[in-house]
């Protein structure tokens, strides 16, 4: 990940490859129109995805944005891929996960069966890949799979990359009570992981991710839940959290994970939704204008929400006060 600047940096603006220069050459190249794919645009994806190694961190970014970009396109770039090299694990993993990215925008799979199947044989042809198990793992939270199966696919995914970002944030999801879990689950979640995870692992920010969630969660209710919403972040472990992570998360080179601005996006709405806009400020300016969709677009347009807070950042800096 490049070194972060002190500069105001660009206008704010959504960006699915985060700092990522050659994913954003990719994406630029890839066609998002319907019909036939183009040969070239194969050759491409999966030059890019070989060249990318065993980097296990950079690969899931990399197939994890370019499986939603094709999945909201009407692209059949994937199954263009699978078909010309039915036995490679690059092309098995991107099919798969374009499949759950389709699946997760209209909550339920197409051929689930084959999914499931094509996973397993990415992972048997790439025996040391987490990124297969990650992918059934998004499978299990749209079947619902009985926590039994959840726990072991997880144990797959993690014992290959211990602190795999996305392995995390799809085990949060299948736990939320929005998807047929509970709240006492994903507090037990983080009970459990919090104290093993480095202050810079990739997966840092599950614990911010699950209480920005949550804030929101409670903002929607309306009422007294709303108004009193904020109060989660004062005092105890997440209190302590937050402050860890506005002192650190920032810093340059403190992360080097191929998704840290999407982690400092959070970092920035959490410290807005506490009251704490002037802590905000040093974050907003690290992140140069990169705006991600979630957690900005919970109430609004997320580039202009972004921009709001942002703003509010910058005057209570230079006006010494804070603000939620």
């Not at 002190?6 to 190249?29: I, N």
């Not at 699946?103 to 197409?110: M, V």
């Not at 509970?182 to 983080?190: E, K």
């Not at 972040?233 to 506005?246: D, K, V």
Request: hydrophobic share 45%; glycine share 8%.
């Amino acid at each position: 990940m490049a070194l972060f600047s002190s500069r105001t940096g660009k206008r704010p603006h959504l960006a699915p490859a985060l700092d990522d220069v050659a994913l954003v050459r990719v994406l630029r190249q890839v066609s998002k129109r319907g019909g036939g794919v183009k040969s070239t645009e194969v050759n491409l994806v999966a030059a890019f995805l070989e060249e990318t190694g065993d980097n296990w961190d950079r690969r899931s970014h990399r197939v994890t944005v370019l499986a939603g970009e094709t999945a909201e396109s009407k692209s059949d770039l994937a199954s263009a891929w699978l078909t010309r090299e039915p036995k490679n694990p690059d092309a098995l993993v991107f099919h798969s996960w374009v499949g759950v990215m389709r699946g997760l925008r209209d909550r339920h799979l197409e051929d689930a069966a084959q999914l499931v199947t094509q996973c397993h044989r990415a992972a048997e042809l790439r025996p040391a890949d987490p990124l297969p198990w990650v992918a059934l793992l998004g499978m299990a939270r749209l079947e619902r799979y009985p926590q039994s199966e959840v726990n072991a696919i997880w144990r797959e995914a993690t014992g290959r990359d211990r602190w795999h970002r996305e392995a995390y944030l799809q085990m949060l999801a299948h736990l939320s009570p929005e998807e047929g879990g509970s709240s006492a689950a994903v507090l037990d979640f983080i009970d459990v992981v919090r104290a093993r995870i480095p202050a810079n692992a990739p997966c840092a920010a599950i614990e911010l991710t699950a209480a920005v969630r949550q804030y929101q969660g409670l903002v929607a209710q309306g009422g007294v839940r709303a108004m009193t919403a904020g109060q989660l972040w004062e005092g105890g472990q997440l209190a302590a959290s937050l402050e860890q992570a506005a002192s650190l998360w920032a810093k340059p080179g403190f992360f080097q994970h191929a998704a840290a601005q999407a982690d400092l996006n959070v970092l920035a709405y959490a410290l807005c939704a506490a009251g704490r806009a002037v802590d905000a400020n040093h974050v907003f300016e690290a992140l140069q204008g990169t705006v991600t969709p979630w957690p900005w677009n919970d109430d609004g347009p997320a580039v202009q929400r972004f921009e709001q807070h942002k703003a509010k950042a910058e005057r209570g800096r230079q006006g010494g006060v804070g603000g939620a």
